[in-house]
């Protein structure tokens, strides 16, 4: 009934045959969809209502659930993934408007050789950038310490990953400087995109700079900047390959989130119905967020 | 914050600005001129206290090294992952988001929102029932067991349809009219409109395919077939 609701104005036939159509042409698409993303998905939700190891496949119910939540580590997993979110979602997100609003109003070819810059760690790629940073952390050979002890800063080598306190913020900075390349492009993007006849009415009428970003600026990249915050959270909630790379977790599990826990009890411990339960709350979390970013920014363009 | 004040604070505005990007290009381009440079350095001098930062003694050595190792291979298995992928995936993208915008046609909106919901879940979640379904379809460490996923994820679909959501309907119907076919039109009509989304998409999905280390990780065991991020790796000491 709704469908025949939303297409009023066309008779059903030419909808009809559109529809068989349409679906040929959305059949690819559908096969690698649901072939890859569907069906795990549902074997996911499924699967973390047992115990599901190498050996064994028992119904347990919301067991796994209750297990998650009485684990030390989950609970720790969790904490360290709300701290990267919390502190790393904002800033990068501020921090990347910043950047494209300096570079934006420069030379053309000074802009493109910032963006190419701030574009580099992701086209370097994960892994190999990952390993340099490993380098420039290390505690005896790293080039961190080396500098504060060159500057007299320090006296005694610093173990950053080593130590419980500062593994995690060693974490943030990395994911910082990988995460920051893409916004920063999309903004200079969006930025070119402000109506400038509306800018220059603003200007006329006698609004200062700030009062323009506010008033007009802001409200037409609000869009890209609920872009940005929705794929900074999503990637910020799966950094996994960072902490598997620099300090698989450790240590005592400070920099555990809960993606590499995941990634930790399926495929080293192989308790693959556990894993699969803390998936399934992960990606309640997410869309909740999800959600209430869209909520917030909806409410912000409204005003 | 500098609006307005006084032109002197402006212009220590402009000198603090400057400062931070300079510190920014530093730290974004020492870890690719670190990895240029490195790989002319020997291992003593990479694994020395005091930093060489330039190479003083260049050699060529590592890379010597590195072609009597399968190189070619591991990047040839990367650059294969990564086209199949954005090929695959460009295909089956424009093809359903140009449809998604342009028809309309039962269970649109409920396979719209479907693809919306998909995209906003963690995609590595899926990843232990993904491995179970390719031993299934026998492609565990099989290179496909990387390219399907990817191409299965919704992300193309969604961009693609919101560039196809320019195209001029008077333009369609022009050509069917003129008596073009449903694929006809797409091909000859919809795609050169499109085009640019397409080519966002293809970067994009082979970025995302060539760092996809996850993925590679769970997917791939034996080196023979292994891309070049998950090698590296191997090299790294832990």
């Not at chain 2, 694994?47 to 060529?60: G, H, I, M, R, V």
């Not at chain 2, 090929?87 to 342009?102: D, E, F, N």
């Amino acid at each position: 009934m709704a469908a025949r609701n939303r297409f009023s104005g066309m008779s059903r036939a030419p909808v009809r045959r559109e529809t068989v159509s349409a679906y040929l042409f959305l059949l690819p698409a559908l096969i690698f969809f649901v072939g890859f993303v569907i069906v795990p998905m549902v074997m996911c939700l499924f699967t973390s209502f047992f115990d599901y190891t190498m050996t064994d496949f028992t119904f347990v119910g919301f067991g796994n659930y209750v297990e998650m939540f009485k684990d030390p580590v989950f609970v720790k997993s969790l904490k360290n993934t709300a701290v990267l979110v919390v502190v790393a979602v904002p800033a990068v997100t501020a921090f990347s408007l910043w950047v494209a609003s300096v570079i934006y109003p420069m030379r053309p070819s000074l802009r493109s050789f910032f963006r190419c810059i701030f574009y580099l760690p992701v086209v370097t790629g994960t892994v190999a950038v990952t390993v340099v940073w490993k380098w420039m952390f290390n505690q005896y050979t790293g080039l961190f310490n080396h500098l504060l002890k060159s500057a007299s800063l320090i006296d005694k080598n610093i173990s950053w990953l080593g130590n419980e306190n500062t593994a995690l913020w060693c974490i943030l900075l990395i994911l910082f400087t990988t995460s920051i390349g893409q916004p920063i492009v999309l903004y200079v993007a969006a930025l070119g995109n402000v109506d400038n006849s509306l800018v220059e009415a603003a200007e006329v009428d006698g609004a200062n700079k700030l009062q323009t970003f506010w008033r007009i600026k802001w409200p037409s990249i609000m869009p890209t900047t609920l872009y940005i915050l929705i794929i900074t959270t999503i990637n910020t909630f799966q950094c996994f390959a960072l902490i598997q790379l620099l300090t698989s977790g450790g240590p005592n599990y400070s920099t555990s989130t809960v993606m590499y826990y995941i990634y930790y009890e399926a495929f080293k411990l192989y308790r693959y119905g556990y894993g699969n339960a803390m998936g399934v709350i992960l990606a309640i979390i997410i869309a909740l967020f999800s959600a209430l970013q869209f909520k917030l920014a909806g409410t912000g363009k409204a005003d | 914050m500098h609006s307005n004040v006084g032109s002197k604070n402006k212009l220590s505005y402009r000198i603090f600005a400057f400062v931070i990007l300079i510190i920014l290009t530093v730290l974004f381009s020492f870890p690719l001129y670190w990895i240029i440079t490195g790989s002319l350095k020997d291992a003593a001098t990479i694994n020395s206290a005091k930093p060489e930062w330039f190479p003083t003694s260049p050699t060529l050595d590592n890379y010597v090294r590195l072609f009597k190792n399968p190189a070619l291979k591991w990047l040839f298995n990367s650059v294969l992952i990564s086209v199949a992928a954005m090929a695959l995936t460009c295909i089956s993208a424009s093809m359903a988001g140009y449809v998604l915008a342009k028809k309309r046609f039962y269970g649109r909106a409920f396979l719209f929102s479907l693809l919306v919901c998909a995209m906003a879940l963690p995609k590595q979640v899926i990843l232990t029932p993904l491995l179970k379904e390719m031993a299934f379809l026998n492609l565990h460490d099989n290179l496909w067991a990387v390219i399907l996923p990817t191409v299965g994820w919704p992300f193309g679909v969604f961009l693609i349809k919101q560039f196809s959501e320019t195209i001029p309907t008077e333009m369609l119907e022009a050509a069917r009219i003129d008596g073009a076919g449903e694929f006809r039109t797409f091909t000859s009509v919809v795609l050169p409109i499109i085009k640019p989304g397409v080519g966002a998409l293809a970067i994009f999905t082979f970025i995302t395919s060539w760092n996809d280390y996850f993925l590679q990780l769970i997917m791939l065991n034996s080196k023979a077939i292994s891309p070049s991020p998950w090698v590296l790796l191997s090299c790294n000491p832990r």
